[in-house]
């Protein structure tokens, strides 16, 4: 709701849980005809759900838990930050700090012919094989290596076009039926490439937009059931993300945020077990709502999920996806808010999959009224934030293998081997201090539990922060380990982390990076 307030600051460019004891079965056909699939880590292949679950190929329940990575639907036309950063480092980061989905935002205008991105630095090797490339063609790359790092990806139809969002899902310069149009075209773009698992048919429909109400020009419940049909008919086995919308029989919440209606009048798909519904919530640093100023709050905001969206879940109705959530966690009552949040979305330790799946908003630090994961310098990450989400945080998914980019070469030979690469790039040097990133890939045959890095500087640096690894430095030597979260790499694949030192100037070190 209030989404005139999301504004991208870049200046580039403008209910009671019911006790499911049937909810975590595999459904014995489903297991039969995926056997092969079942020793595969979670996450193989398409998804589909059953009641409040996702489940993969093997049946096996999988949790979305990952970010916005917004800007393709901005005038940039494509994802921003490429301005300062390599695209392949950018996830890697992603998945270091344990993200495993990418929610991409777009506007038809992507698949306009020739459309093409803006604001992207290619200096010093940064997104070289981007060069030339058209937006649409960026995101493939972007996907094939998500893909290749263990990320699923969801598009998400953001806006008609890149002026701003509509409140329903067409305009008078962008009907339904090109709509309709672009989300085939998307989806046979990227049939039989399971990275992506689905898409968001349309961005926060609010007022006018009703929901069961009948009329075809306002319902957006039969406009999803229209488009998702549509999806289907081209690859049937993506997942079809439905959002609510703003007002329901007088109630109204944020925009996308209300599914009241959902549980009375649900989306109808051709295919069946295809559906997710998806809610947005947000802080009062997007616009302030009654709830936050009630004396009971924060202990009242599990009766305001449930009454808007949670009853879908805890009824076993359908999945719940909040597609988005976010805040600059400048008051305390953001603050509250959050970590109210974090909580009724049910802890990974307790729940696992079983839980609400979410991509937090946003990856990037240029959206105004809520910031993001990142810093406004486009590499160092908010650690409060990020410190919110992290019980909420699922495993990572399998690598789909392929390059996961970076350097070195493999592991040769018959049978399985150890072995990895480190990567060192400097992202800004201002003289008295740098900023570097290291992309640590696994370069042999067999999967890592974890590694380490080692180098030496030729001058007297210092590493004053450094995240996403440990470190220690003696002398000139510095060695950094992986983290708890980022020390498991499956053959092929890459992670990051990154540091702070002084002074600048340094000249680039040989790194050495072994399988600890």
Same mark, same amino acid.
């Given at each position: 709701?209030?989404?005139?307030?999301?504004?991208?600051?870049?200046?580039?460019?403008?209910?009671?849980?019911?006790?499911?004891?049937?909810?975590?079965?595999?459904?014995?056909?489903?297991?039969?005809?995926?056997?092969?699939?079942?020793?595969?880590?979670?996450?193989?292949?398409?998804?589909?759900?059953?009641?409040?679950?996702?489940?993969?190929?093997?049946?096996?329940?999988?949790?979305?838990?990952?970010?916005?990575?917004?800007?393709?639907?901005?005038?940039?036309?494509?994802?921003?930050?490429?301005?300062?950063?390599?695209?392949?480092?950018?996830?890697?980061?992603?998945?270091?700090?344990?993200?495993?989905?990418?929610?991409?935002?777009?506007?038809?205008?992507?698949?306009?012919?020739?459309?093409?991105?803006?604001?992207?630095?290619?200096?010093?090797?940064?997104?070289?094989?981007?060069?030339?490339?058209?937006?649409?063609?960026?995101?493939?790359?972007?996907?094939?290596?998500?893909?290749?790092?263990?990320?699923?990806?969801?598009?998400?139809?953001?806006?008609?076009?890149?002026?701003?969002? +509509? #409140?329903?899902? /067409?305009?008078? =310069? *962008?009907?339904?039926?090109? &709509?309709?149009? %672009?989300?085939?075209?998307?989806?046979?773009?990227?049939?039989?490439?399971?990275?992506?698992?689905?898409?968001?048919?349309?961005?926060?429909?609010?007022?006018?937009?009703?929901?069961?109400?009948?009329?075809?020009?306002?319902?957006?419940?039969?406009?999803?059931?229209?488009?998702?049909?549509?999806?289907?008919?081209?690859?049937?086995?993506?997942?079809?993300?439905?959002?609510?919308?703003?007002?329901?029989?007088?109630?109204?919440?944020?925009?996308?945020?209300?599914?009241?209606?959902?549980?009375?009048?649900?989306?109808?798909?051709?295919?069946?077990?295809?559906?997710?519904? +998806? #809610?947005?919530? /947000?802080?009062? =640093? *997007?616009?302030?709502?009654? &709830?936050?100023? %009630?004396?009971?709050?924060?202990?009242?905001?599990?009766?305001?999920?449930?009454?808007?969206?949670?009853?879908?879940?805890?009824?076993?109705?359908?999945?719940?996806?909040?597609?988005?959530?976010?805040?600059?966690?400048?008051?305390?009552?953001?603050?509250?808010?959050?970590?109210?949040?974090?909580?009724?979305?049910?802890?990974?330790?307790?729940?696992?999959?079983?839980?609400?799946?979410?991509?937090?908003?946003?990856?990037?630090?240029?959206?105004?009224?809520?910031?993001?994961?990142?810093?406004?310098?486009?590499?160092?990450?908010?650690?409060?934030?990020?410190?919110?989400?992290?019980?909420?945080?699922?495993?990572?998914?399998?690598?789909?293998?392929?390059?996961?980019?970076?350097?070195?070469?493999?592991?040769?030979?018959?049978?399985?081997?150890?072995?990895?690469?480190?990567?060192?790039?400097?992202?800004?040097?201002?003289?008295?201090?740098?900023?570097?990133?290291?992309?640590?890939?696994?370069?042999?045959?067999?999967?890592?539990?974890?590694?380490?890095?080692?180098?030496?500087?030729?001058?007297?640096?210092?590493?004053?922060?450094?995240?996403?690894?440990?470190?220690?430095?003696?002398?000139?030597?510095?060695?950094?380990?992986?983290?708890?979260?980022?020390?498991?790499?499956?053959?092929?694949?890459?992670?990051?982390?990154?540091?702070?030192?002084?002074?600048?100037?340094?000249?680039?070190?040989?790194?050495?990076?072994?399988?600890?």
């Amino acid at each position: 709701m209030f989404r005139s307030l999301r504004r991208a600051l870049c200046a580039a460019a403008a209910a009671l849980l019911l006790p499911l004891a049937g909810a975590q079965t595999v459904h014995a056909a489903t297991a039969g005809a995926h056997a092969k699939a079942t020793a595969e880590a979670p996450g193989a292949g398409y998804w589909h759900t059953s009641g409040r679950q996702i489940l993969d190929a093997a049946g096996q329940p999988v949790r979305i838990a990952g970010v916005n990575w917004f800007g393709f639907e901005t005038s940039n036309q494509v994802v921003h930050g490429l301005w300062s950063r390599d695209y392949k480092n950018m996830i890697d980061q992603m998945r270091s700090l344990g993200y495993n989905t990418i929610r991409l935002p777009y506007s038809d205008d992507i698949l306009k012919s020739g459309a093409m991105p803006t604001s992207i630095d290619f200096s010093s090797g940064k997104n070289a094989d981007l060069q030339g490339l058209t937006s649409l063609q960026v995101m493939d790359k972007i996907v094939t290596y998500a893909g290749q790092d263990g990320l699923k990806v969801i598009l998400d139809r953001h806006r008609p076009d890149s002026s701003g969002q +509509s #409140a329903l899902w /067409y305009t008078s =310069s *962008v009907p339904e039926s090109t &709509w309709i149009a %672009d989300l085939k075209a998307l989806a046979s773009r990227y049939k039989g490439q399971d990275t992506v698992i689905g898409i968001d048919l349309h961005n926060e429909p609010h007022d006018p937009a009703c929901w069961g109400c009948g009329d075809q020009s306002t319902d957006w419940r039969l406009a999803a059931e229209r488009a998702g049909n549509a999806v289907l008919s081209v690859n049937p086995n993506l997942l079809v993300f439905v959002e609510g919308v703003q007002t329901y029989n007088g109630v109204s919440g944020w925009w996308g945020g209300n599914l009241m209606g959902a549980g009375q009048y649900p989306v109808r798909l051709d295919v069946a077990n295809r559906v997710v519904y +998806s #809610a947005h919530d /947000y802080a009062t =640093s *997007v616009a302030q709502q009654s &709830w936050f100023s %009630d004396p009971s709050f924060p202990d009242n905001m599990p009766g305001i999920w449930d009454k808007y969206w949670g009853y879908l879940f805890k009824q076993n109705i359908a999945p719940v996806w909040v597609g988005e959530f976010g805040t600059t966690l400048q008051s305390t009552v953001d603050q509250k808010w959050l970590a109210a949040l974090v909580s009724y979305l049910r802890p990974t330790s307790t729940y696992g999959a079983d839980s609400f799946q979410w991509t937090f908003w946003s990856w990037n630090p240029d959206s105004g009224d809520t910031g993001g994961i990142l810093k406004d310098d486009w590499q160092t990450v908010d650690t409060v934030k990020d410190g919110y989400l992290t019980g909420i945080k699922a495993p990572l998914f399998a690598s789909s293998g392929g390059s996961g980019g970076g350097t070195g070469g493999g592991g040769g030979g018959g049978g399985s081997s150890a072995a990895c690469t480190a990567a060192y790039s400097v992202s800004s040097d201002w003289g008295s201090g740098f900023n570097a990133d290291v992309t640590v890939k696994n370069t042999g045959t067999a999967p890592l539990s974890s590694w380490k890095v080692t180098w030496t500087w030729s001058g007297g640096q210092k590493v004053t922060s450094l995240w996403n690894a440990s470190y220690t430095q003696s002398g000139s030597s510095v060695t950094a380990t992986n983290t708890a979260y980022n020390g498991s790499l499956a053959a092929g694949a890459s992670t990051s982390f990154g540091f702070g030192a002084a002074p600048g100037g340094a000249a680039t070190p040989t790194l050495t990076c072994t399988p600890a």
